[in-house]
């Protein structure tokens, strides 16, 4: 469903992303993990088709974004960590018109949309305009927009961020439900707590690369981390010391 060969970004000297390769079928809930500056907002860009690879090839659900972007981005829907809306819209209006982008309206639209809405007790706000929503809303607002026109792939860069515990709890379920009925769901995290348990397989990117892939018992195999968290498995790859230099740095 997403397939990445030799994928790169370069800014001047500095390679953001490092010939990345990697297949995520359809039906799959795939984490991105990595410090921060590892490539992994980079990537998804990349693979939602905002920003232009330096080299590589980009398939989504077997289209090449390079050869026919229109049809690629067609079965997307991106989820941005932060939320841009057009704030002169309300709640519904803002849905009819990422809907209609897709080619898609009437009736179904119009119910598909109510529903995302109701979801996210978002409802009672549907015909207010969004510059009176809290950021909290726009986030959920931005959720429900990647999927009112039922993509067959979504990526997600952050999805909790600005959510209480309600909506996230939600959201993680409407991921497993929407995966499990054949759709693929790509997303960067740092909270590690919920890409161990809601994640099928992992990536985790370190300096632009790709240093692990797979089930946590991928990981913990090829890493020989035994019964290891992923918190652990992370520190390790990435080489975050800050936690045991914590004494040295309070007794200094």
């Known amino acids: 469903m997403i397939e ?15 010939a990345i390769d990697l297949v995520v079928p359809r039906g799959e809930l795939f984490g991105v993990l990595g410090p921060n500056g590892a490539g992994k907002t980079t990537t998804l860009r990349m693979i939602a088709g905002i920003l232009k690879p330096t080299a590589g090839t ?3 659900a077997g289209v090449d974004m390079s050869a026919d972007p229109i049809t690629a981005k067609s079965k997307l829907g991106f989820i941005p960590d932060r939320p841009f809306i057009y704030e002169k819209l309300t709640g519904a209006e803002f849905l009819r018109f990422v809907a209609g982008l897709y080619d898609q309206q009437g009736d179904e639209v119009e119910h598909r949309a109510r529903e995302l809405l109701a979801l996210f007790d978002l409802e009672e706000w549907r015909d207010e305009l969004v510059e009176s ?10 959720i429900s927009s990647a999927f009112v026109h039922r993509p067959e792939v979504i990526v997600v860069d952050e999805p909790m961020v600005g959510l209480d ?5 939600i959201l993680k379920d409407l991921f497993r439900e929407y995966t499990r009925r054949g759709h693929t769901i790509i997303f960067s995290t740092h909270t590690l707590e919920v890409a161990e348990s809601l994640c099928d397989r992992l990536a985790i990117i370190v300096h632009g690369k790709i240093r692990a892939y797979g089930t946590m018992t991928d990981l913990r195999r090829d890493l020989q981390g035994g ?3 992923l918190e652990e498995i992370f520190l390790r790859l990435t080489g975050e010391n800050a936690a045991r230099n914590l004494v040295d740095v309070l007794d200094a």
């Open 4 to 18: 990445l060969l030799k994928l790169s970004k370069q800014y001047g000297d500095f390679t953001a992303v490092d």
């Open 165 to 169: 515990p309600k909506a996230a709890r």
């Open 133 to 142: 929503y809290s950021h909290g809303m726009r986030q959920k607002l931005i």
């Open 227 to 229: 019964e290891r968290g």
């Open 58 to 60: 980009i398939r989504v």
